[in-house]
Protein backbone atom coordinates (compact mmCIF):
# COMPACT_ATOMS: atom_id res chain seq x y z
CA UNK A 1 0.00 0.00 0.00
CA UNK A 2 2.65 2.34 0.95
CA UNK A 3 4.65 1.71 -2.38
CA UNK A 4 1.36 2.56 -4.14
CA UNK A 5 0.69 5.73 -2.29
CA UNK A 6 4.48 6.92 -3.13
CA UNK A 7 4.01 5.76 -6.80
CA UNK A 8 0.69 7.98 -6.90
CA UNK A 9 1.84 10.76 -4.97
CA UNK A 10 5.32 10.76 -7.56
CA UNK A 11 3.21 11.02 -10.20
CA UNK A 12 0.97 13.27 -9.60
CA UNK A 13 3.79 15.21 -8.51
CA UNK A 14 5.27 15.11 -11.13
CA UNK A 15 2.70 16.58 -13.42
CA UNK A 16 2.84 19.68 -11.11
CA UNK A 17 6.19 20.24 -11.80
CA UNK A 18 6.57 19.63 -15.39
CA UNK A 19 3.94 22.21 -15.60
CA UNK A 20 5.79 24.20 -12.88
CA UNK A 21 8.62 24.54 -15.05
CA UNK A 22 6.54 26.12 -17.62
CA UNK A 23 4.91 28.28 -15.98
CA UNK A 24 8.53 29.64 -14.13
CA UNK A 25 10.18 29.59 -17.04
CA UNK A 26 7.20 31.75 -19.21
CA UNK A 27 7.00 33.84 -16.11
CA UNK A 28 10.81 34.52 -15.93
CA UNK A 29 10.75 35.77 -19.95
CA UNK A 30 7.53 37.96 -19.31
CA UNK A 31 5.31 35.71 -21.37
CA UNK A 32 1.79 35.71 -20.23
CA UNK A 33 0.16 32.37 -18.24
CA UNK A 34 -3.55 32.51 -18.31
CA UNK A 35 -3.94 28.94 -17.10
CA UNK A 36 -2.41 26.52 -14.71
CA UNK A 37 -4.41 23.18 -14.40
CA UNK A 38 -3.94 19.45 -13.56
CA UNK A 39 -5.96 17.43 -15.50
CA UNK A 40 -8.43 17.50 -18.59
CA UNK A 41 -12.27 18.07 -18.99
CA UNK A 42 -14.93 19.60 -16.87
CA UNK A 43 -13.71 21.96 -14.40
CA UNK A 44 -13.78 21.32 -10.67
CA UNK A 45 -12.35 23.97 -8.76
CA UNK A 46 -10.54 26.79 -10.01
CA UNK A 47 -9.25 29.91 -8.25
CA UNK A 48 -7.94 33.46 -9.57
CA UNK A 49 -5.00 34.61 -8.90
CA UNK A 50 -3.79 37.96 -10.68
CA UNK A 51 -3.81 37.17 -14.68
CA UNK A 52 -3.72 33.05 -14.41
CA UNK A 53 -6.21 30.77 -13.27
CA UNK A 54 -5.28 27.85 -11.33
CA UNK A 55 -7.35 24.98 -10.86
CA UNK A 56 -8.27 21.13 -11.04
CA UNK A 57 -10.28 19.23 -13.28
CA UNK A 58 -11.83 16.17 -13.72
CA UNK A 59 -9.89 13.23 -15.91
CA UNK A 60 -6.09 13.30 -13.51
CA UNK A 61 -4.40 12.17 -16.61
CA UNK A 62 -1.96 15.39 -17.02
CA UNK A 63 -2.16 18.82 -16.73
CA UNK A 64 -1.46 22.36 -18.61
CA UNK A 65 -0.66 25.24 -18.62
CA UNK A 66 -2.17 28.22 -21.46
CA UNK A 67 0.66 30.24 -22.39
CA UNK A 68 -0.66 32.85 -24.93
CA UNK A 69 0.07 32.79 -28.55
CA UNK A 70 1.44 29.15 -28.31
CA UNK A 71 -1.51 27.99 -29.89
CA UNK A 72 -0.91 28.74 -33.76
CA UNK A 73 -4.82 29.41 -33.76
CA UNK A 74 -5.39 31.71 -31.21
CA UNK A 75 -6.17 35.26 -31.87
CA UNK A 76 -4.00 37.66 -29.47
CA UNK A 77 -5.83 40.28 -27.64
CA UNK A 78 -4.44 43.65 -28.46
CA UNK A 79 -2.98 44.59 -24.56
CA UNK A 80 -1.36 40.82 -24.70
CA UNK A 81 0.93 41.98 -27.31
CA UNK A 82 4.58 42.11 -26.46
CA UNK A 83 3.85 38.67 -24.18
CA UNK A 84 3.06 36.02 -26.44
CA UNK A 85 5.13 32.85 -26.72
CA UNK A 86 5.17 33.29 -30.60
CA UNK A 87 6.83 36.65 -30.70
CA UNK A 88 9.74 35.85 -28.01
CA UNK A 89 12.81 35.16 -29.58
CA UNK A 90 14.10 31.87 -30.09
CA UNK A 91 16.01 31.23 -26.90
CA UNK A 92 13.15 31.99 -24.56
CA UNK A 93 10.76 29.63 -26.81
CA UNK A 94 13.16 26.80 -26.08
CA UNK A 95 13.54 27.46 -22.24
CA UNK A 96 9.90 27.75 -21.93
CA UNK A 97 9.46 24.58 -23.91
CA UNK A 98 12.16 22.90 -22.57
CA UNK A 99 11.75 23.51 -18.74
CA UNK A 100 9.25 20.85 -18.14
CA UNK A 101 11.24 18.11 -19.70
CA UNK A 102 14.70 19.74 -17.65
CA UNK A 103 12.20 19.38 -14.42
CA UNK A 104 11.89 15.72 -14.69
CA UNK A 105 15.63 15.21 -14.53
CA UNK A 106 15.93 17.43 -11.58
CA UNK A 107 13.39 15.87 -10.02
CA UNK A 108 15.19 12.28 -10.73
CA UNK A 109 18.37 13.41 -9.66
CA UNK A 110 17.22 14.65 -5.92
CA UNK A 111 14.96 11.26 -5.65
CA UNK A 112 18.24 9.45 -6.21
CA UNK A 113 19.96 11.88 -3.99
CA UNK A 114 17.75 10.88 -1.17
CA UNK A 115 17.55 7.30 -1.86
CA UNK A 116 21.79 7.65 -2.02
CA UNK A 117 22.19 9.70 1.07
CA UNK A 118 19.31 9.67 3.20
CA UNK A 119 17.14 5.97 2.28
CA UNK A 120 20.59 4.05 1.29
CA UNK A 121 20.95 1.05 -0.77
CA UNK A 122 21.99 -2.61 -0.63
CA UNK A 123 25.25 -3.41 -0.43
CA UNK A 124 24.60 -6.80 -1.37
CA UNK A 125 25.63 -8.45 1.63
CA UNK A 126 23.64 -10.02 3.57
CA UNK A 127 22.77 -10.31 7.50
CA UNK A 128 20.92 -12.95 9.50
CA UNK A 129 18.17 -10.39 10.71
CA UNK A 130 15.26 -11.61 9.18
CA UNK A 131 13.64 -9.75 7.10
CA UNK A 132 10.54 -11.74 5.89
CA UNK A 133 9.14 -15.20 7.18
CA UNK A 134 7.58 -17.38 4.77
CA UNK A 135 4.15 -18.44 5.98
CA UNK A 136 3.23 -21.87 4.16
CA UNK A 137 5.43 -24.08 2.04
CA UNK A 138 2.71 -24.71 -0.80
CA UNK A 139 0.10 -21.90 -2.60
CA UNK A 140 -2.69 -23.22 -1.01
CA UNK A 141 -1.29 -22.63 2.74
CA UNK A 142 -1.87 -25.91 3.47
CA UNK A 143 1.19 -26.72 4.89
CA UNK A 144 2.96 -23.74 7.33
CA UNK A 145 6.86 -23.29 6.74
CA UNK A 146 9.25 -24.86 9.32
CA UNK A 147 9.44 -20.83 10.42
CA UNK A 148 6.41 -20.06 10.59
CA UNK A 149 5.73 -23.56 13.16
CA UNK A 150 8.75 -22.11 15.13
CA UNK A 151 7.42 -17.85 16.06
CA UNK A 152 10.03 -16.72 14.03
CA UNK A 153 9.20 -12.98 13.68
CA UNK A 154 10.71 -10.01 11.37
CA UNK A 155 13.61 -8.95 12.98
CA UNK A 156 14.73 -11.60 14.49
CA UNK A 157 18.32 -11.87 14.35
CA UNK A 158 19.55 -16.11 14.16
CA UNK A 159 22.65 -16.17 16.32
CA UNK A 160 22.96 -20.31 16.36
CA UNK A 161 21.26 -23.69 14.92
CA UNK A 162 21.07 -26.50 17.14
CA UNK A 163 23.52 -24.93 19.35
CA UNK A 164 26.16 -23.88 16.36
CA UNK A 165 26.98 -20.17 15.98
CA UNK A 166 25.92 -18.69 13.08
CA UNK A 167 27.19 -15.17 12.45
CA UNK A 168 27.42 -14.90 8.86
CA UNK A 169 24.07 -15.72 6.73
CA UNK A 170 26.49 -18.14 4.05
CA UNK A 171 27.08 -20.29 7.44
CA UNK A 172 23.44 -20.60 8.58
CA UNK A 173 22.53 -21.40 5.41
CA UNK A 174 24.81 -24.24 4.75
CA UNK A 175 23.87 -25.06 8.49
CA UNK A 176 20.00 -25.18 7.77
CA UNK A 177 20.93 -27.12 4.17
CA UNK A 178 22.64 -29.94 6.33
CA UNK A 179 19.44 -30.78 8.28
CA UNK A 180 16.73 -32.13 5.81
CA UNK A 181 14.18 -33.39 7.99
CA UNK A 182 15.73 -32.59 11.19
CA UNK A 183 14.38 -31.36 14.50
CA UNK A 184 16.60 -28.32 14.74
CA UNK A 185 16.68 -25.62 17.77
CA UNK A 186 16.97 -22.31 16.96
CA UNK A 187 18.84 -19.36 19.02
CA UNK A 188 17.59 -16.08 18.29
CA UNK A 189 17.90 -12.38 19.49
CA UNK A 190 14.04 -10.78 19.91
CA UNK A 191 14.00 -7.18 20.65
CA UNK A 192 17.33 -7.36 22.54
CA UNK A 193 16.74 -10.51 24.44
CA UNK A 194 17.93 -14.44 23.72
CA UNK A 195 15.12 -16.69 22.45
CA UNK A 196 14.97 -20.57 22.45
CA UNK A 197 12.85 -21.79 19.00
CA UNK A 198 12.27 -25.29 18.07
CA UNK A 199 11.04 -26.84 14.89
CA UNK A 200 11.63 -29.26 11.91
CA UNK A 201 12.88 -28.28 9.02
CA UNK A 202 11.57 -29.15 5.27
CA UNK A 203 13.04 -31.08 2.74
CA UNK A 204 14.10 -29.42 -1.13
CA UNK A 205 15.34 -31.13 -3.79
CA UNK A 206 18.92 -29.50 -4.21
CA UNK A 207 18.82 -30.24 -7.91
CA UNK A 208 21.30 -33.18 -7.61
CA UNK A 209 19.56 -35.72 -6.39
CA UNK A 210 19.79 -34.70 -3.04
CA UNK A 211 17.94 -33.31 -0.35
CA UNK A 212 18.74 -29.85 1.82
CA UNK A 213 16.93 -28.39 4.80
CA UNK A 214 14.48 -25.51 4.28
CA UNK A 215 13.34 -23.34 7.04
CA UNK A 216 11.80 -20.27 5.31
CA UNK A 217 13.48 -16.94 5.95
CA UNK A 218 14.55 -14.11 3.90
CA UNK A 219 17.46 -12.43 5.20
CA UNK A 220 18.29 -8.72 6.20
CA UNK A 221 20.38 -6.72 3.62
CA UNK A 222 23.27 -4.66 4.81
CA UNK A 223 22.19 -0.74 4.26
CA UNK A 224 24.84 1.60 2.88
CA UNK A 225 24.38 5.47 2.59
CA UNK A 226 26.64 7.72 0.84
CA UNK A 227 27.75 11.64 2.18
CA UNK A 228 26.47 14.60 0.40
CA UNK A 229 29.69 14.81 -2.02
CA UNK A 230 29.80 11.10 -2.92
CA UNK A 231 26.11 11.30 -3.51
CA UNK A 232 25.84 13.84 -5.80
CA UNK A 233 28.23 11.62 -7.77
CA UNK A 234 25.97 8.80 -7.63
CA UNK A 235 22.61 10.49 -8.51
CA UNK A 236 24.30 11.69 -11.25
CA UNK A 237 25.65 8.49 -12.51
CA UNK A 238 22.18 6.47 -11.95
CA UNK A 239 20.14 9.58 -13.92
CA UNK A 240 22.73 8.25 -16.64
CA UNK A 241 21.87 4.72 -16.42
CA UNK A 242 18.53 5.62 -15.97
CA UNK A 243 18.24 7.39 -19.48
CA UNK A 244 19.97 4.83 -20.98
CA UNK A 245 17.33 2.61 -19.68
CA UNK A 246 14.24 4.23 -20.46
CA UNK A 247 15.53 5.49 -24.28
CA UNK A 248 16.47 1.66 -24.57
CA UNK A 249 12.68 0.79 -22.97
CA UNK A 250 11.37 3.54 -25.24
CA UNK A 251 12.45 2.12 -28.74
CA UNK A 252 11.33 -1.26 -27.33
CA UNK A 253 8.01 -0.42 -26.89
CA UNK A 254 7.71 1.42 -30.64
CA UNK A 255 9.58 -1.05 -32.15
CA UNK A 256 7.54 -3.87 -30.94
CA UNK A 257 4.20 -2.71 -30.78
CA UNK A 258 3.06 -4.74 -33.16
CA UNK A 259 4.66 -7.91 -31.22
CA UNK A 260 3.00 -6.53 -28.21
CA UNK A 261 -0.75 -6.49 -29.93
CA UNK A 262 0.07 -10.25 -31.64
CA UNK A 263 0.65 -11.61 -28.09
CA UNK A 264 -2.08 -10.14 -26.60
CA UNK A 265 -4.45 -12.15 -28.87
CA UNK A 266 -2.70 -15.04 -28.53
CA UNK A 267 -2.47 -14.33 -24.81
CA UNK A 268 1.41 -14.93 -24.68
CA UNK A 269 1.78 -13.56 -21.32
CA UNK A 270 5.65 -13.69 -21.28
CA UNK A 271 6.08 -11.53 -24.57
CA UNK A 272 3.29 -8.94 -23.42
CA UNK A 273 5.16 -8.86 -19.77
CA UNK A 274 8.41 -7.89 -21.83
CA UNK A 275 6.68 -5.20 -24.22
CA UNK A 276 3.64 -3.61 -22.51
CA UNK A 277 3.74 0.07 -21.24
CA UNK A 278 2.29 0.61 -17.71
CA UNK A 279 -0.91 2.88 -17.01
CA UNK A 280 -1.15 4.59 -13.99
CA UNK A 281 -2.76 1.08 -12.43
CA UNK A 282 -0.28 -0.85 -13.90
CA UNK A 283 2.61 1.90 -12.37
CA UNK A 284 0.35 1.71 -8.85
CA UNK A 285 0.44 -1.97 -8.58
CA UNK A 286 4.15 -2.17 -9.61
CA UNK A 287 4.83 0.24 -6.54
CA UNK A 288 3.14 -2.08 -3.92
CA UNK A 289 5.04 -4.72 -5.40
CA UNK A 290 8.38 -2.86 -4.98
CA UNK A 291 7.61 -2.60 -1.21
CA UNK A 292 9.61 -6.33 -0.61
CA UNK A 293 12.46 -4.92 -1.57
CA UNK A 294 12.18 -1.40 0.89
CA UNK A 295 11.36 2.31 0.11
CA UNK A 296 14.68 2.97 -1.77
CA UNK A 297 13.83 1.05 -4.92
CA UNK A 298 10.41 2.26 -4.94
CA UNK A 299 11.44 5.77 -5.02
CA UNK A 300 13.71 4.48 -7.74
CA UNK A 301 11.41 3.48 -9.64
CA UNK A 302 9.64 6.58 -9.27
CA UNK A 303 12.50 8.80 -9.89
CA UNK A 304 12.96 6.07 -13.34
CA UNK A 305 9.70 7.26 -15.00
CA UNK A 306 10.78 10.58 -14.53
CA UNK A 307 13.51 9.74 -16.97
CA UNK A 308 11.13 8.62 -18.94
CA UNK A 309 8.60 10.77 -18.91
CA UNK A 310 11.34 13.43 -19.94
CA UNK A 311 12.49 11.71 -23.08
CA UNK A 312 9.36 10.82 -24.30
CA UNK A 313 8.37 14.26 -23.79
CA UNK A 314 11.28 15.60 -25.85
CA UNK A 315 10.54 13.79 -29.07
CA UNK A 316 10.47 16.06 -31.85
CA UNK A 317 6.52 15.27 -32.80
CA UNK A 318 4.22 18.05 -32.23
CA UNK A 319 2.26 18.84 -29.55
CA UNK A 320 4.70 17.44 -27.47
CA UNK A 321 7.78 19.75 -25.59
CA UNK A 322 10.02 18.71 -28.69
CA UNK A 323 7.34 19.13 -31.11
CA UNK A 324 7.48 22.77 -29.76
CA UNK A 325 11.35 23.16 -29.80
CA UNK A 326 11.83 21.65 -33.48
CA UNK A 327 9.25 24.26 -34.68
CA UNK A 328 10.99 26.84 -33.09
CA UNK A 329 14.29 25.38 -34.69
CA UNK A 330 12.44 25.64 -37.86
CA UNK A 331 11.34 29.19 -37.29
CA UNK A 332 15.07 30.60 -36.50
CA UNK A 333 16.10 28.86 -39.21
CA UNK A 334 13.97 29.40 -41.91
CA UNK A 335 12.80 33.02 -40.66
CA UNK A 336 8.88 31.99 -40.56
CA UNK A 337 6.38 30.77 -39.38
CA UNK A 338 5.93 26.85 -39.99
CA UNK A 339 1.62 25.86 -42.40
CA UNK A 340 -0.07 25.38 -39.53
CA UNK A 341 -2.51 23.41 -41.46
CA UNK A 342 0.53 20.77 -41.70
CA UNK A 343 1.00 20.56 -38.10
CA UNK A 344 -2.65 20.42 -37.28
CA UNK A 345 -2.95 16.40 -38.76
CA UNK A 346 0.60 15.52 -37.25
CA UNK A 347 -0.32 16.85 -33.70
CA UNK A 348 -4.02 14.91 -33.93
CA UNK A 349 -1.85 11.72 -34.74
CA UNK A 350 -0.02 12.20 -31.97
CA UNK A 351 -2.36 12.79 -29.35
CA UNK A 352 -4.74 9.87 -31.22
CA UNK A 353 -1.70 7.40 -30.96
CA UNK A 354 -1.41 8.64 -27.22
CA UNK A 355 -4.83 7.70 -26.28
CA UNK A 356 -5.39 4.39 -28.10
CA UNK A 357 -1.48 3.71 -25.80
CA UNK A 358 -2.89 4.70 -22.85
CA UNK A 359 -6.63 3.03 -23.42
CA UNK A 360 -4.52 -0.64 -24.43
CA UNK A 361 -1.98 0.25 -21.28
CA UNK A 362 -5.08 0.47 -18.93
CA UNK A 363 -6.63 -2.86 -20.71
CA UNK A 364 -3.44 -4.83 -20.09
CA UNK A 365 -3.17 -3.59 -16.55
CA UNK A 366 -6.77 -4.59 -15.81
CA UNK A 367 -7.05 -7.74 -17.66
CA UNK A 368 -3.27 -8.94 -17.81
CA UNK A 369 -1.57 -7.39 -14.69
CA UNK A 370 2.01 -7.07 -14.58
CA UNK A 371 3.95 -8.80 -11.70
CA UNK A 372 7.71 -8.80 -10.73
Known amino acids: MIGTLIVVFGLISMVMVHEAGHFFAAKAVDMKVTEFFFGFGP ?25 VGM ?9 DMGRTYREKPFWAKSV ?9 FVVAFLIYFLVFAGVGV ?13 ASLDEAGERPSPAAIAGLEVGDEIVALDGIPTPEWDLLVDEIASRPGQDVTIDVLRDG ?6 TTLAMREDGQGGM ?13 RSGPIAAVGDASGAVVEATGQSARGMWQLFSNLGTLVAA ?19 LGRLGAQTEQFGIGFTLELVALINIFVALFNVLPVYPLDGGHFAVAIYQKVRGREPDVQKLAPIAAAVVVFMILLGVFALYLDIARPFNL
Open 122 to 134: ESGELTNRVAAVS
Open 43 to 67: KLWSTQRGETEYGIKAFPVGGYVRI
Open 212 to 224: NGYLGVSPTGVVE
Open 71 to 79: NPYEEVAPE
Open 96 to 104: VVLAGVVSH
Open 264 to 282: TVQGDQDEIDANRPLSVIG
Open 193 to 198: EAVRLT
